[in-house]
């Protein structure tokens, strides 16, 4: 079993789950705005899948999806982090930064907040050498943020997104990468 890594930035912790984050998470995967760019809205039951498999990824890896609690207030407020991305496509596998908070937060510099500590765990504390990020090409508001952190968007990289059907609006993806020698300078 691996030390599993939590993190803390000046407005959050990133926590491992607990498991009354259940409720929130399902409000969260339920809410259309926040879903606007995945293919289907959640269940209850997606949800603590979802959960498992990220409670699982930190027990094999020791870093994961964090859940977002606000430390002023103690509320769940999404989920950011890294994982391991295995799909069929030529840049796996790699690891992953991901990020989907509660829609009456967004715009506070809180995804970035949060990302920048995913990153920084990335490259200096596991020692990555990349990290990847993608997102459907249609995802602007995910896209600005990768933008924000310095990641980097190569053309030849995007891809058709392979668990969605040929012609779904959704299936045309845009892969960004950012290495830890650009990460580095990006910060001197
Ligand atoms: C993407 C998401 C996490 C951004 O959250 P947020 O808290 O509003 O982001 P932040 O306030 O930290 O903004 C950071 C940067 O992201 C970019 N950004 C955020 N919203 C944006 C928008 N609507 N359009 C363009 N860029 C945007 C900006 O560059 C911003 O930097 P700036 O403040 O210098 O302008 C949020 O919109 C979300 O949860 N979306 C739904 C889930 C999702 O689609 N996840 C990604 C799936 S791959």
Redesign the pocket.
């Given at each position: 079993m691996q030390e599993r890594i939590a993190l803390e930035t000046p407005r959050l912790h990133l926590r491992t789950w607990h498991d009354a984050d259940l409720d929130p998470l399902e409000r969260m995967c339920a809410d259309p705005q926040?879903m606007?760019?995945?293919p289907e809205l959640l269940s209850r039951d997606e949800c603590a899948a979802l959960m498992a498999r990220c409670r699982l990824h930190f027990a094999h890896h020791g870093f994961g999806f964090w859940a977002l609690e606000r430390k002023d207030d103690g509320r769940f407020i999404?989920m950011a982090g890294l994982a391991w991305c295995k799909l069929p496509l030529p840049f796996c596998p790699a690891v992953e930064i991901?990020?989907?908070?509660v829609a009456d937060?967004?715009?506070?510099?809180?995804?970035?907040?949060a990302a920048d500590a995913a990153l920084t765990c990335a490259f200096e504390r596991l020692q990555l050498a990349e990290v990847v990020a993608?997102?459907a090409q249609l995802?602007?508001?995910?896209?600005?943020?990768m933008?924000?952190l310095g990641m980097q968007h190569e053309p030849r990289d995007d891809f058709e997104h392979p668990a969605l059907a040929e012609g779904h609006p959704l299936r045309p993806h845009v892969l960004y990468r950012l290495r830890r020698a650009d990460w580095a300078d990006g910060r001197s």
């Open positions: 926040v606007r760019y995945f999404g991901g990020w989907r908070l937060q967004w715009g506070q510099g809180l995804a970035k907040e993608f997102t995802n602007e508001p995910s896209r600005g943020l933008e924000a």
